[in-house]
């Protein structure tokens, strides 16, 4: 292992693309694989429009804004094509990140199944073997215990390892490896060792994947020490938040929606990187706090439209920092509209909307005016069915609903 973590960093100056091409019919038929589902997706831009494309990703992406809320349309949306930029998918985006970042930093390097040249289940790290060569993009066997444990191991030497799930489902076979090493080596060491690795990857619920590929970690990661997460959703923060977590000396876990990678926005094109413990203020309001993340945030704002026609006026806020939260911005919030809701994927029991809840009564009970309400996924396995997987998930009336009650 320390062989191949050594050449790992040396292969900054290697181009060589020949050395892994006998493994990608292997990882190409892997029973993970997800590489065989083609046909028409939907591109769903940041003011609600679809666009229609085709990509070797198939997919159910229509159902991410839903129209079960009737809404007049927005007219405060500016057109993107007005603004300053280029435009970008989700995907496109992490990948701009992830490779400014290599090019910025020769100790980057990214790891996983199909990373290579395949260029990931869902073409985040296309393009980036034939330039930065086998090495820095190294294709991993089908043990993520195995790949996650020398990324780590890695990090301790003094690289900055990508370590991409090709499921966040997949990331349980490294449970040990990011809860026993990955948060705990740097107190255990006493310092000696830091842990700068980025652990990413796509999950949540949305194209029909059964249960076991529709897990939502947030909840069992969350209680990690050591450990950051945050959770991107729209091109801009995607970027912003991979190029953050980057260049952290702390392990961070990025979590990605598989329904918001073909999200389209135009994000500008001089560099930035965003904070990794700061929420983003989607809709300032006065009369609620809404509090989500990740796809559950374009659920929200569809509500929102109907919410301001009912003549509430609700405040948005995308808490991107699952881990620490940001008490500052949902303080300041809270402290205006006395009342809060939280909508959230994770399931209900033990969620991340469970422990923003703890840490809202606790810090600012004094400002409420109503209990504080949290709409969450249902805790049951994700069927496959289409229609009963809307049922198990958050759907905006239930969001309209729960703010009509809040402001009675």
Not at 236 to 248: D, E, P, T, V
């Amino acid at each position: 292992m320390a062989a191949i973590i050594q050449g790992i960093g040396a292969a900054t100056a290697l181009t060589s693309a020949n050395s892994l091409d006998t493994k990608k019919s292997l990882f190409a038929n892997s029973r993970r694989s997800l590489s065989e589902r083609k046909g028409r997706f939907f591109v769903v831009r940041s003011d609600g429009r679809l666009s229609y494309g085709l990509n070797g990703r198939g997919g159910r992406a229509e159902q991410l804004i839903t129209n079960a809320v009737a809404a007049k349309e927005d007219t405060i949306a500016a057109s993107t094509s007005s603004k300053p930029g280029h435009e970008l998918l989700l995907f496109e985006a992490l990948r701009e990140g992830l490779e400014e970042e290599m090019d910025r930093d020769p100790t980057v390097c990214v790891m996983g199944e199909d990373v290579g040249h395949y260029g990931g289940s869902y073409k985040v790290t296309k393009g980036l073997a034939p330039k930065y060569g086998d090495l820095r993009v190294l294709d991993t066997p089908i043990a993520e215990n195995a790949f996650t444990g020398m990324g780590i191991g890695a990090a301790m030497t003094g690289l900055r390892p990508i370590v991409e799930g090709m499921n966040m489902g997949f990331l349980l076979l490294a449970f040990n490896q990011i809860s026993n090493n990955c948060g705990m080596l740097h107190y255990t060491s006493g310092g000696q060792f830091k842990i700068p690795i980025v652990i990413r990857g796509p999950g949540g619920v949305g194209r029909q994947l059964g249960a076991e590929h529709s897990q939502r970690l947030e909840s069992y990661f969350q209680s990690i020490p050591g450990i950051q997460m945050v959770a991107c959703s729209t091109p801009y923060n995607a970027k912003g938040l991979m190029k953050a977590a980057i260049r952290s000396d702390n392990p961070v876990i990025l979590f990605e929606h598989v329904l918001l990678y073909n999200l389209k926005e135009r994000i500008p094109d001089e560099e930035y990187v965003l904070n990794l413990e700061e929420a983003e203020m989607v809709r300032p309001g006065e009369h609620v706090t809404i509090l989500t993340y990740s796809r559950m945030r374009y659920h929200v704002m569809q509500a929102a439209k109907t919410l301001v026609n009912k003549g509430y006026d609700p405040e948005v806020i995308d808490i991107r920092s699952l881990k620490p939260f940001d008490l500052h911005t949902i303080g300041n919030s809270v402290k205006k509209t006395h009342r809060v809701l939280i909508v959230e994927e994770c399931m209900r029991t033990g969620g991340i909307g469970a422990s923003l809840t703890a840490a809202i009564t606790e810090n600012f009970h004094d400002y409420l005016d109503a209990p504080i309400m949290c709409l969450s996924s249902q805790d049951v396995p994700t069927p496959y069915a289409g229609t009963l997987e809307n049922w198990t998930v958050v759907q905006p009336p239930q969001i309209v609903t729960a703010v009509e009650q809040l402001c009675q």
